[in-house]
Structure formats: C-alpha cells, structure tokens
Nanobody, 119 residues
Framework: VQLQASGGGLVQAGGSLRLSCAAS????????VGWFRQAPGKEREFVAAIKWNSRHTTYGDSVKGRFTISRDNAKDTVYLQMNSLLPEDTAVYFCTAGVYRGRYFPSSWGQGTLVTVSS
C-alpha cells in the first residue's frame, strides 16, 4: 500500500491543523494506520494509531488530549486533527500502515509532511 500524507504547514502556537493520509495501490482497510513524527535532531516518535474499524485508537503520551486520529475507509483516508499545538510539535509527520500487537508496529511508510509551530 502506498501512503500520501498532506496538510502540513506553518501555524502559531495554540492553533490547529489537520493532516490527511491517503492510501493508493491497495486499500488499507485491513490495517491499522498510524502517525509518527521526527523533529530535527530527535528520534522518531509515535503519535497515534487507529484500527481498521475505528474501534481502537492509541496515542503517544505527548499528544493525548490534543490530537485525534480518525479514518474514512470509504475514502481510504486517515486524518490527524491536531489542536492546541505547541512549538515542540514541530516535526515531519509520517503516515504509516501496520499491525497492533500490544503496541503499534508500522510496516509501510509514506513520505512526510512538515508541521511547523511558531511561538
């Protein structure tokens, strides 16, 4: 499955942004879909993941209560709604597809989309 992330940009602290991840080549209807992010000079960090039927979601500790992941299987698209953004949310955000075995394991990666939060 090929993944295409979009929706990144520049936003002020406290603002909101919504990222989208569209699948092509093969539907990701049977997969978990998740987001990771990587800030300059830092390790890649898990952000959120959602089960194919939306009945299970999981979030990284740093985004709980601020970010919401959702999916529309009819459109083969997953969304990441990001609210109350902080400068430390600045990173390249990657869309992934994978499985959940106690925690989320990505197996396919899309290209990233840059989110910049200004203070």
């Amino acid at each position: 499955v090929q993944l295409q992330a979009s929706g990144g940009g520049l936003v002020q602290a406290g603002g909101s942004l919504r990222l989208s991840c569209a699948a092509s080549g093969r539907s990701f209807r049977d997969y978990y879909v998740g987001w990771f992010r990587q800030a300059p000079g830092k390790e890649r960090e898990f952000v959120a993941a959602i089960k194919w039927n939306s009945r299970h979601t999981t979030y990284g500790d740093s985004v709980k209560g601020r970010f919401t992941i959702s999916r529309d299987n009819a459109k083969d698209t997953v969304y990441l709604q990001m609210n109350s953004l902080l400068p430390e949310d600045t990173a390249v955000y990657f869309c992934t597809a994978g499985v959940y075995r106690g925690r989320y394991f990505p197996s396919s990666w899309g290209q990233g989309t840059l989110v910049t939060v200004s203070s």
